[in-house]
């Protein structure tokens, strides 16, 4: 579970986005859309506790696992100054992904910020398995948006949508979604990532119209495998669970939009 | 090789080190990752009567060198933990130290009483420090009066070794040592986390879900060796040390300070190999120097 990856290649794709691919090949030969690693991000003691980052894709090819992040702290600042050729310690791949029973067609992903880098691995690989595919992706503002040729993979169809209307819809990512939906999109099942309140209103959405939501959330993390409790979520008690809490990082990150207590 | 072995009163370790209630799961979560032959013992998270459900998240938020963390004993309550935890523990094959908290004497008595009788624990740790629960926990271990009744009431209903985990919330943490050694301790361990709070500027409100947490990690180091130093000047019943322990150097200053063994936590959410390194590290050490055990490094600095 332990990891000694190499830095690939690290690249600055916007203003504060990151694209950084680590070569480890069980990682690559592992990992599954959802999960995540928890990389150390210094090898002093601040910042003290590992960083965890959803895989945002795998190439068997040159066993590559690819993570994208923005750098908003001090953790995340560290991580961008890695340098080609530089180990980094990383535990994983972590946690519970996506499960996609459904062959219901589309499946439709909907990202909201960071929230894509999951869903850009998950849409790869319904793609490859010939599955339909929509994805909704927001930001504030386009300059603040993940480069689109990271979406561009064939077969994949993209709604973009911006808070400011700079580029694609002008609204929320939610809005665009439930206006597709008006427009007569019928939607598998679902898969979803962003901020906590985007995901709410989904899971609103989906009970109210009925449709299968899966959503990736994130909470403040310290062991990333279970044992210490830091990253509980409240969940409803029929999921058999001694106590009416679950770990995002074991459980989850991905759950059933019908078992969380929003 | 020199003995690792630890001699803590009536406990013995295979080594002295040891995982700190509350980090280490049931054991099962670390055993992918390394062999858990090299823990002197692990400590299972604060265990109740009844199950809990712990706090509101968040419940942790990292501070400079240092984690806050306010989990509130998150536990499957006692029946769960026989029937379901304890076995699966005992297959891990690492010595299990129970830690149990109550809200009342009766219950203190009763979760020893039942651990005792179960049967494959080596000892029980008092949780009388807990800083995120309302009710009980830190209340006796802020008292010396209560600790010291606390503690001979458990004292008379379990026949193991029984080690009382001191709060650092105190003013003068001697006191409350010399009360759990008088009800009859037959070990210490210190420190539990210190109370502190974090507060979001942006929303203008604290992060963590309870408000207030305790806080872990190097940061809070020094105050742990500064209050083993203290317990052992005072106390002559063996001293489990923790506080912020990452590598060698650190796990020696408790040792210099009186402790004859050391626990690992937070450092195992950082690196989880910390124990295996410490242990190995620790070995080459005492070979290095020549000692044949711990022993004598025990409260060296302590004059």
Request: charged letters at 20%; aromatic letters at 6%; one cysteine or more.
């Amino acid at each position: 579970m332990l990891a000694r990856a190499v830095v690939k290649e690290i690249s600055k794709i916007s203003r504060r986005i990151y694209l950084l691919e680590l070569e480890e090949e069980r990682l690559a030969k592992e990992a599954s859309p959802g999960q995540f690693l928890h990389i150390r991000v210094s090898s002093v003691y601040a910042p003290l506790l590992r960083r965890p980052f959803s895989v945002a894709g795998v190439n068997d090819n040159n066993n590559t696992v690819q993570v994208l992040f923005a750098e908003i702290g001090e953790g995340t600042r560290l991580l961008s100054q890695l340098s080609r050729g530089a180990y980094v310690d990383c535990l994983g791949p972590l946690g519970s992904g996506f499960k996609c029973f459904s062959e219901e067609t589309p499946a439709v992903l909907i990202a909201g910020g960071m929230g894509a880098a999951p869903l850009l691995f998950l849409a790869n690989s319904l793609v490859q398995q010939k599955r339909e595919v929509f994805m909704f992706y927001g930001a504030p503002s386009f300059s603040e948006m993940i480069p689109l040729q990271l979406f561009s993979t064939e077969g994949l169809n993209v709604i973009i949508a911006t808070e400011d209307g700079s580029s694609g819809f002008h609204g929320l990512v939610t809005e665009a979604f439930q206006d597709s939906l008006q427009r007569g999109l019928k939607p598998g099942q679902v898969f979803a990532c962003g901020a906590r309140a985007m995901l709410k209103v989904l899971a609103e959405d989906s009970r109210q119209r009925n449709y299968h939501l899966q959503v990736s959330l994130e909470e403040s993390m310290a062991c990333g495998i279970g044992a210490c409790r830091g990253c509980a979520v409240k969940v409803k008690k029929e999921q058999e669970l001694p106590v009416p809490f679950a770990r995002v990082c074991k459980e989850g990150p991905v759950f059933d939009a019908r078992e969380v207590v929003w | 090789m020199a003995n690792l072995k630890a001699h803590l009163g009536p406990l013995e370790l295979r080594t002295p080190v040891i995982a700190a209630s509350g980090t280490f799961g049931f054991g099962e979560e670390y055993s992918d990752i390394m062999e858990l032959d090299c823990l002197g013992a692990l400590v299972v998270k604060g265990l109740t009567l009844k199950p809990r459900p712990g706090n509101s998240p968040p419940r942790i938020v990292e501070t400079p060198a240092g984690l806050l963390n306010a989990i509130g004993l998150e536990n499957p309550g006692l029946d769960v933990f026989l029937a379901r935890e304890l076995p699966r523990l005992r297959e891990q094959g690492v010595p299990v130290i129970v830690n149990i908290a109550g809200e009342t004497e009766d219950e203190y008595v009763v979760l020893a009483a039942e651990l005792c009788s179960a049967g494959g624990i080596i000892a029980l740790e008092l949780n009388v420090s807990c800083p995120n629960v309302e009710k009980g926990g830190l209340l006796f271990g802020t008292a010396p009066y209560s600790l010291q009744k606390l503690v001979q009431k458990v004292r008379e209903s379990c026949d193991i070794p029984l080690i009382v985990k001191l709060s650092p919330n105190v003013t003068d943490i001697v006191e409350l040592a010399q009360a759990a050694q008088q009800g009859g301790a037959d070990i210490l361990s210190l420190i539990n986390t210190i109370r502190g709070m974090v507060i979001d500027v942006h929303t203008m409100r604290p992060v963590l879900g309870n408000e207030s947490g305790g806080l872990s990690g190097p940061a809070m180091r020094p105050v742990a060796v500064r209050m083993v130093c203290e317990v052992f000047r005072h106390v002559h019943i063996p001293i489990i040390g923790m506080g912020g322990i990452m590598q060698l150097e650190d796990a020696l200053q408790f040792i210099l300070a009186g402790a004859g063994a050391v626990a690992v936590g937070t450092g195992n959410f950082v690196d989880p190999l910390t124990i295996p390194k410490l242990v190995s590290s620790l070995d080459s050490y005492l070979e290095e120097k020549g000692y044949r055990s711990l022993e004598p490094l025990v409260g060296a600095a302590v004059v």
